[in-house]
């Protein structure tokens, strides 16, 4: 459970990001509607490359032109592929939400974040300790379609963002609400898994009550160090924007390696869990950059991993 909470900042992180940088500026409806739609290619593309792999690999005897059409509204084939889909609705509704956010003042723009993800996290919470019950979650997470939530956690990545310099002792905050977040997260699941109340994504979705809190503390931190980042060596900035350029594909192709490359089996004979866990997300990781460079460099994949 410790290891399965640790790195659920991430989702939540990348669409603070997503809202620092796209929220403060007026995007016209042209370029929301271009990002949209290479987003759309990337779904249908990664979605098409999945379904043949999984006929191949994993003996998926559906017939192949429902699951075709089934594309655009139904997620398939492999779990993390839910993201694309948050991508196109995130494009679409990036001028929409960067205008409500130019207008709204800080209360309300607080007042937004509250009544889209913190009340829901609440309820959702006091919901679970009822019903004990995820068919009856009111979040819906890993959606194909864009729930409100989402549009609270861009925003508030951008007003922490702009309003991280006027908070005192701001990294005290920060990890203030890290802990707060992860303890709450993984203690829940821990208990709840245990009792076998509930599955064990209950509390770790990337748009739960302390899963927010955890991912807004990490994100706080590194805005609060953003002077010390910005004086990093060139040699290290262009390292980062080498997998930055590339992200998307390594997040989409991740899971070909894992499907291809055989689990290794003797690393348990050698390495105690969790640590043989963490050497196999090495190897996968490490797989999955050389494939994603060398697909960047021929220009009929470049298009689907840049």
Known sequence: HFWNTVPRFAVPVYMMISGALML???IPLEKAEKKATKAAVLLIVWNFIYLILSHILR???ADI???ILAIPVKRQFSAHLWYIYFLVWMYLFAPILGYIYRVLSVKQQWYFIFITVLLPGILDLYNS???????????KSFCT????????????GRLLYDNAAKIKHEKIYALLSLLFGFSG????????CKMRWATSDLFISENRFF???FASGIFLLTVSLRDKFNKM???????????????VGIYLFHEIAIWTIPKIQYLNNFISYPYDMLLRCCVYFIITIYCVTVMSEIKIFKKIVM
Do not use: W
Request: aromatic content about 22%; charged content about 20%.
């Open 24 to 26: 403060g500026k007026e």
């Open 59 to 61: 003996g998926n005897k």
């Open 65 to 67: 032109l429902q699951e």
């Open 129 to 139: 300790f009822i019903f004990f019950d995820k068919n009856q979650e009111l979040i």
């Open 145 to 156: 379609f864009f729930h409100p939530s989402y549009a609270g956690i861009i925003m508030l």
């Open 185 to 192: 997260a993984f203690f829940l699941t821990a208990v709840f």
């Open 211 to 213: 899963i927010v809190f």
């Open 233 to 247: 060596p060139m040699k290290l900035k262009k390292i980062f924007a080498f997998f930055s350029k590339r992200s």
